[in-house]
């Protein structure tokens, strides 16, 4: 005899628990979706000089939307 079939309520409790622990990372993980689309026009708006300066030491254009991309989830999720 197994142990799932000797505690056939534990099974139960472990899917619950499987279950609850999808559910509880979708909602982090779209938590953390929304404070990042949140973040990112901040960080458009709030580096225009910055982004001046770095095209005219020869960032281009490409560059600078993958700098942003990666600064967005960086910036959302560690603040000093």
Known sequence: ?????AL????GYI????????IYAVV????????HCQHLPHVGHG???EFGLLGALGLS????T???FL??????????
């Open 71 to 80: 600064e967005g989830p960086v910036a959302s999720v560690w603040r000093p």
């Open 28 to 35: 982090a993980l779209i938590i953390v979706g929304f404070r």
């Open 8 to 11: 056939p309520e534990l099974v």
């Open 66 to 68: 993958r700098l942003v």
């Open 61 to 64: 254009p490409r560059n600078a």
């Open 15 to 22: 899917e619950i628990d499987r279950s609850f622990g999808i």
């Open 1 to 5: 005899m197994t142990w799932d079939e």
């Open 47 to 49: 580096t225009i000089r």
